[in-house]
């Protein structure tokens, strides 16, 4: 079975920066394309940042210009960095995967969330 970890939230003062992890556990998940998500206390979910499997990214206009995509294929991980983070920014970040189980299989995967809280 795969499963999506993620990594990398915590406590930070508001301006600091955060790196967010999602990795697959098995190489033979291909994972495509990404969507960070987030849903802080009585709110909405809400789409963070996306990358496709061609490597577009989009992201929230209020992430825009402070998080930023990057992965590393060979530990089949993908990454959020998250710089100039202010208190709304306090979450539950979860990531949700879609990509191919060797040698065909299509599965969509979701991570099981990591907390990241911004005093002021």
């Known amino acids: 079975q795969v499963q999506l970890t993620e990594s990398g939230g915590g406590l930070v003062q508001a301006g600091g920066s955060l790196r967010l992890s999602c990795a697959a556990s098995k190489s033979t998940f291909t994972i495509n394309a990404m969507v960070w998500y987030r849903q802080a206390p009585g709110k909405q979910r809400e789409l963070v940042a996306r990358i496709s499997s061609g490597g577009s990214t989009n992201y929230a206009d209020s992430v825009k210009g402070r998080f930023t995509f990057s992965r590393d294929n060979a530990k089949n991980t993908v990454y959020l960095q998250m710089n100039s983070l202010k208190p709304e920014d306090t979450a539950v970040y979860s990531c949700?995967?879609?990509?191919?189980?060797?040698?065909?299989?299509?599965?969509?995967?979701w991570g099981q969330g990591t907390l990241v809280t911004v005093s002021s």
């Open positions: 949700n995967a879609q990509g191919t189980l060797y040698p065909d299989r299509y599965l969509e995967l």
